[in-house]
């Protein structure tokens, strides 16, 4: 079962997650890959803190 900061961490990231997919997207727009990779690696290291948390 979550704590309450685990569930406060989640949220945290939750939103970072938001905020970069519309970072990616933009990136994807303009064709800036240095950008949209950076985006992508962000989003797969969220990923990975929230699976983590969720285990």
Do not use: G, P, R
């Amino acid at each position: 079962m979550l704590d309450i900061e685990q569930i406060k961490i989640l949220a945290q990231l939750m939103d970072n997650a938001e905020a970069t997919v519309e970072t990616l997207e933009k990136s994807y727009e303009k064709n800036n890959a240095e950008e949209f990779t950076n985006s992508k690696k962000e989003i797969l290291d969220i990923q990975n803190k929230i699976a983590n948390i969720l285990k």
